[in-house]
């Protein structure tokens, strides 16, 4: 009996290993292509990816802008992943994005002169609000008629852009010619992380990436240990037999997507709160459509999500320096971030290089 469960702990392990090693394997081959990309080009690999790991690690400022960098993937990341658990595909994390940081330009301007603390946890709370409501009238017409939420997702995105668009030259326009909100007041921004910890010196991080990491933990605690969670997986991984076990997938399917939405929004919120502190056109250069790809990086898990975000992070807070120092192209990181997405999609090149490993190492052994 104890020898049993001890082989049942050594497969364990070894799955999680494979799981692990499989993302690990895809940024490997990526950044592989990548180097035959710049010696084929006339560029130094070597001296490329020097430049990138010092831009994006090289120092506490430097750090601080990959954290920076990274904070909005790890909170639409999270939304993706919630969304992908639950068998369900958020494309729309991007508009949900914008009506969060919306709400956060607006709301920060309106409670102006409350104590900070108060005024973030309000608007924070709106945000995550208005990101959920934003997803709710597509995850009702997936509960309810089956309307895939690809489409519906992607065309509310559309629409949320439109909407502050049109609201940043009109209605919420600040004086000035450049279509933008007034700047909100100090209590309604996120301190930096400078200002509440010794750890980074003065750099651009702001405290939402302590959110962020702190709900991608909640968040896979929810997944794990709690019946909503359970529900969400259960119904991800099939919607039938859930039904027939007693779960509602049309409820569960409705929670899940306003759960998803309510996590892209705070990634609007925080931009605005911590970054921009206003709002205007096109203030997220494709966070929520990055964020798919955080996802899948991190196989849908959001502890995952954390090193995922930070590794794309890092990827975009580098990639000026090693054009900089290196003159490579900076469209080589767009590149290597591609070949990542599509070798992790494709991840039945990874699983045979990792099993192909595996034997030849027992053979070996042998």
């Known amino acids: 009996m104890t020898e049993s469960m001890h082989e049942m702990t050594i497969r364990r392990l070894l799955a999680i290993v494979r799981e692990l090693a499989v993302p690990i394997v895809s940024v490997v081959i990526a950044m592989v292509i990548g180097s035959i990309i710049m010696l084929i080009s006339g560029f ?6 020097s430049a990138l790991l010092k831009g994006s690690f090289g120092g506490g400022r430097q750090i601080g802008e990959t954290m920076l960098r990274a904070t909005p993937l790890m909170f639409t990341g999270l939304a993706v992943a919630y969304g992908f658990r639950a068998g369900l595909f958020n494309i729309g994390a991007e508009g949900q994005l914008f009506m969060g940081g919306l709400s956060a330009a607006w709301l920060g301007i309106v409670l102006a002169g409350l104590p900070r603390p108060l005024n973030i ?3 924070i709370l709106a945000g995550a609000a208005i990101g959920a409501a934003w997803a709710f009238i597509p995850a009702l017409l997936k509960a309810r008629v089956g309307a895939h939420e690809v489409i519906t997702t992607m065309m509310f995105t559309y629409i949320g852009r439109y909407i502050v ?4 030259t009109g209605p919420l326009k600040a004086p000035g010619q450049i279509p933008q909100t007034d700047v909100l007041p100090t209590e309604s921004t996120l301190p930096k992380l400078h200002e509440v910890t010794a750890f980074l010196p003065i750099s ?3 405290l939402g990436f302590a959110i962020a990491v702190v709900l991608a933990m909640f968040v896979w605690w929810v997944l794990k240990y709690t019946s909503l969670g ?6 991800g991984y099939n919607p039938w037999a859930s039904e027939t076990g007693g779960i509602s997938v049309s409820a569960t399917t409705v929670k899940a997507l306003c759960i998803s939405g309510a996590l892209a929004g705070l990634a609007g919120v925080t931009e605005v ?6 709002l ?4 997220s250069p494709g966070f929520g459509f990055t964020g798919i790809a955080v996802a899948l990086l991190a196989k849908n898990n959001p502890i995952g999500v954390i090193a995922a975000a930070i590794l794309f992070g890092a990827l975009s807070a580098g990639g000026g320096t090693m054009q900089l120092e290196a003159e490579v192209p900076q469209k080589v990181i767009f590149v290597i971030q591609a070949l990542i997405i599509f070798l992790v999609a494709a991840e039945q090149i990874a699983r045979w290089i990792i099993g192909r490993a595996s034997r030849e190492g027992v053979e070996h052994a042998g």
């Open 280 to 283: 205007f056109d096109q203030f």
């Open 121 to 123: 946890v309000l608007m």
């Open 165 to 168: 668009s049109w609201l940043v």
């Open 44 to 49: 130094d690999p070597v001296a490329a990816f």
């Open 273 to 278: 709160m911590g970054v921009h502190l206003r």
């Open 204 to 206: 651009r991080a702001h």
């Open 230 to 235: 359970y529900e969400s997986r259960a119904v």
